[in-house]
């Protein structure tokens, strides 16, 4: 097979394939592979091969719904027995995993080649992919440009055709921000929907979960199928689960929606015209499609909330940094200066502070369900500027030097609580502010690739939905999909 043929496939287009006989496992796994070893050194996508491994797999007998099919898994949460999960950081390079993650064990189970990890940023802590350990993911639509994260590296790589779809996780906006950057569907499920084993119960106090990337909407609904095929026994949850297939779900055409949608940051900070314009059009294709769409508002103080989402943060990145040092003995130079500055804002935080920020959690769930009683959706950019540049944001160089003065004499702690603190919070999430919101509330959200900027710049749009509407997104989606494909359109590496 060659490689445009390759490329003119998706996942589910390639399973078909293997199936009929008309290639190989093997043929394909040397597609991709030949593909990476073409692109990845001007992307930085794939950070550990495992090229080895999937050869040994592709020449055996392979069942499951995506038999035969290439991929690659994040090199964060998602473990891979006998591999490290480097999770962007120096001490975990050589901390081999024991077990699969529940995910991984299922994308097995279904047939898919594994062959690599991709590039994320230190613990999944950024919006973009620019870890020191690995260096920086580079957007193959401009390589000058971020493709987002945490899941950049395998956002670049489905962008560049490495593969059609690739494992990603979801923790403020970890799949929708890439997916938004690189011009790919992105589909965040809700809180315990997918499995979080065996060695979590949840991952982030249930905001985050793991999903994909993908080019097209019927590859992530076939891919929820697969992770969700039967429940977690020891999850914290068990998930109401639809009567038909999320694939078959995506396949119906949605009934007349109810969307409000808005474009203001909630942080109050800007908003680029073309992230609005990118709502304004998305808004006009679904009214031409039948769908009532007006403005609204979801009466969330979403600066607040921002802030209570980053004490969680900050206090599970402290136990994180804590728990490797334990266990592998690393120093303070096996950890980036911005996971100690976050980190030791977690420490110096309050158990009736952070027991109150957790508590808002609630009221932001039940004021998001008010919104959904009115509308069916709720439409927004998903980012609010086009992808940044590699470096735009570095922590400035001040702030820099009095972090590392603070750490030294023991004085991050109430650092985190100066002003200079928090406008360095503001800026890093002015480009994003859009995605915390449905991880804090548990919902299922999409980013949809309707949009390119004058410079031909992918810039997603994001619907966020009520509690176990990930058919009705997919659905949505399929529809949006099928009246402006973008599937077809390939960067120009």
């Known amino acids: ?100 993650a529940e995910v991984v064990r299922r994308w097995l189970d279904a047939g898919l080649v594994i062959f ?88 982030l106090a249930g905001a985050a979960v793991d999903g994909v990337v993908s080019r097209t909407v019927r590859d992530s609904a076939a891919m929820l199928d697969v992770l969700t095929s039967s429940a977690d026994p020891g999850g914290p949850y068990l998930p109401a689960k639809p009567e038909l297939p999320y694939a078959e779900l995506a396949r ?3 009934e ?29 294709l ?27 943060w900050s206090t599970q990145l402290a136990c994180t940094v804590d728990e490797i040092r334990r266990a592998t003995g690393a120093g303070s130079d096996a950890f980036e200066l911005d996971t100690h500055l976050v980190a030791a804002a977690g420490r110096v935080q309050r158990a ?29 950019p998903t980012l609010a500027k086009p992808p940044v540049r590699i470096g735009e944001l570095d922590t400035p160089a001040p702030l820099r030097l009095l972090g590392r003065a603070a750490l030294a004499l023991r004085l991050a702690g109430p650092l985190s609580r100066s002003k200079a603190w928090k406008q360095a919070v503001i800026a890093n ?10 991880n804090i509330t548990g919902r299922p959200a999409m980013s949809v690739p309707l949009h390119r900027t004058a410079d031909d710049l992918p810039l997603g749009v994001q619907f966020v939905g009520p509690l176990g509407g990930e058919g009705l997104l997919l659905a949505l989606a399929a529809q949006l999909e099928a009246e402006r494909p973008w599937a077809h359109l390939e960067p120009p590496l």
């Not at 009214?287 to 209570?308: C, K, M, N, Q, S």
């Not at 009736?352 to 927004?380: C, I, K, M, V």
Request: charged share 20%; with cysteine; hydrophobic share 40%.
């Open 1 to 100: 097979m060659e490689y445009a043929e390759y490329r003119a496939q998706d996942a589910v287009g390639l399973a078909g394939l293997v199936a009929a006989g008309e290639v190989t496992p093997a043929e394909l796994l040397d597609v991709a592979i030949e593909r990476a070893e073409a692109v990845n050194p001007r992307i930085n996508a794939i950070v550990t091969p495992m090229h080895d491994l999937a050869r040994s797999r592709s020449a055996g007998v392979l069942t499951g719904p995506f038999a035969g099919v290439p991929f690659l898994v994040k090199d964060l949460a998602q473990d891979y027995a006998g591999l490290p999960t480097g999770s962007g950081n120096r001490a975990l390079r050589q901390v081999v995993a024991q077990e699969h």
């Open 116 to 203: 690599g990890k991709t590039n994320t940023p230190e613990f999944g802590a950024k919006a973009i992919t620019e870890p020191e350990v690995n260096g920086p993911t580079r957007n193959p639509w401009d390589l000058g440009r971020t493709p987002g994260g945490s899941s950049g590296g395998s956002a670049a790589a489905v962008a560049a055709g490495i593969v059609p779809v690739a494992g990603a996780n979801d923790g403020g906006g970890s799949i929708r921000i890439p997916a938004a950057c690189c011009g790919l569907f992105g589909l965040k499920p809700g809180r315990g929907l997918v499995p979080a084993g065996p060695l979590h119960a949840e991952h």
């Open 252 to 254: 119906r055409v949605p």
């Open 256 to 284: 007349r929606l109810r969307i409000g949608f808005a474009t203001a940051s909630p942080l109050g900070t800007d908003v680029d015209p073309q992230a609005i314009a990118a709502v304004e059009d998305a808004a006009k």
């Open 286 to 312: 679904l009214a031409d499609l039948g769908h009532d769409v007006e403005p609204a508002r979801t009466g969330i103080d979403e600066r607040r909330l921002a802030f209570d989402f980053l004490a969680m």
């Open 352 to 380: 009736p502070g952070y027991y109150a920020a957790h508590e808002r959690w609630n009221t932001y769930s039940r004021q998001l369900a008010a919104f959904h009683a009115r509308y069916d959706l709720l439409l927004t």
């Open 429 to 438: 999430l002015a480009p994003v502010p859009y995605t915390q919101l449905a």
